[in-house]
């Protein structure tokens, strides 16, 4: 049996979905599982983490996330454990840490995965914008994966025993980079990359102001709101929603782009929503090609309507 590693991503001490889904692949797999968590206090997680056959709870004054700080970490549990694979999320985060860990633990990193094989070493990402898969296979004695949040479906881990608690140390050494401010997002009630529901505006929004009509629906259905780069340079929206090819690529159930032309660099960033609905006022626009839905129409009268229709339906 195999011996695995989860980095456990807290965000605002909350408990990640991406998580839940790296432990429903990890408990398949059928190996040991051990999940790293940095945390002063273990206990208000381990509900989540019951399914796991050991917990490594990092201990330090001062846990906030620094980057070379928690590879050099990671690395030490990696070694301490003799983990063969450790699994994260392609987050932001994990997007940051894991080369650093993959530079320090000499290990094969395959990141922004759709399909993990354990026994393999193998997965399945996409490369060219999406345009690709490619199956790549660690060499080598260790094996990280970042995974994209939202493609593995989760399920509810059976409960074995209570897992083992262990503690490691949080590495002191004077980081080289250190991280001095983060600054929240001005809109994001739902964290895009995870979102199941993703209300985006394009160019044709007009006006920042005009947003609001995305934000109502989006409160209506619970869903995070994304833009356009056509809608960011115009300063309709902020840089963090932006959908696409130099902004985020996101995976939701529902994706519902409102006056977006479909531009093939908006269009990678978005392609593996599971539907796709349109709402656009010229019905040659490319996006309906890619639409398992369209609305042709003025988003600025569907929209509303479209609130208030889901607002009764969802009673
Ligand atoms: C290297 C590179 C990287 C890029 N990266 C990205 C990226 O990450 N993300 C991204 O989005 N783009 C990216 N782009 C830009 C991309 O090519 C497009 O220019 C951009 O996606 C267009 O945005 P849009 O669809 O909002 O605007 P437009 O293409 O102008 O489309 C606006 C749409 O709104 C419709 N419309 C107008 N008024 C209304 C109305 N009242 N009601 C309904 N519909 C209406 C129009 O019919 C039109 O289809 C990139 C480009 C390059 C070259």
């Not at 989860?6 to 889904?21: D, Q, S, V």
């Not at 939202?150 to 409960?159: G, K, L, R, S, T």
């Amino acid at each position: 049996m195999a011996n695995i590693g989860l980095y456990i991503e807290l965000k605002k001490g909350g408990f990640k979905k991406a998580n839940r889904e790296l432990l429903t692949l990890a408990a398949k797999s059928g190996h040991k599982v051990h999940a790293v968590v940095f945390c002063a206090d273990p206990q208000p997680y381990m509900d989540e983490l019951r399914g796991v056959q050991v917990v490594v709870q990092v201990q330090g004054a001062d846990l906030s996330y620094q980057p070379d700080r928690y590879a050099a970490t990671l690395a030490a549990v990696i070694e301490e454990f003799k983990l063969d694979a450790f699994l994260g999320a392609f987050s932001a985060q994990g997007k940051d840490l894991f080369p650093r860990l993959a530079a320090k633990a000499k290990a094969g990193l395959i990141s922004d995965c759709l399909a993990v094989d354990l026994e393999k070493r193998q997965a399945i990402k996409p490369v060219y914008s999406g345009k690709l898969l490619a199956e790549y296979r660690v060499e080598g004695q260790r094996a990280l994966f970042t995974v994209r949040p939202n493609v593995i479906p989760v399920e509810a881990v059976v409960a074995g025993s209570a897992p083992e608690l262990k503690s490691m140390a949080l590495d002191m050494t004077e980081p080289r980079t250190r991280i001095v401010e983060v600054i929240q997002s001005a809109s994001q009630r739902v964290d895009l990359t995870e979102a199941e529901i993703i209300v985006s505006g394009g160019r044709a929004m007009k006006a920042r102001e005009n947003f609001v009509i995305l934000e109502d629906l989006a409160k209506v259905l619970n869903a995070g709101v994304g833009a356009s780069r056509a809608a960011v340079d115009a300063g309709f929206a902020s840089s963090d929603m932006q959908v696409g090819q130099t902004g985020k690529v996101v995976n939701p159930k529902l994706y519902i782009a409102c006056g977006i032309s479909g531009a093939i660099q908006h269009f990678v960033g978005m392609k593996t929503s599971k539907v796709i609905v349109a709402i656009n006022k010229d019905p040659e626009a490319p996006i309906f090609k890619k639409a398992d839905y369209g609305i042709v129409g003025d988003l600025f009268t569907v929209v509303p309507l479209l609130k208030e229709e889901i607002k009764k339906a969802l009673g």
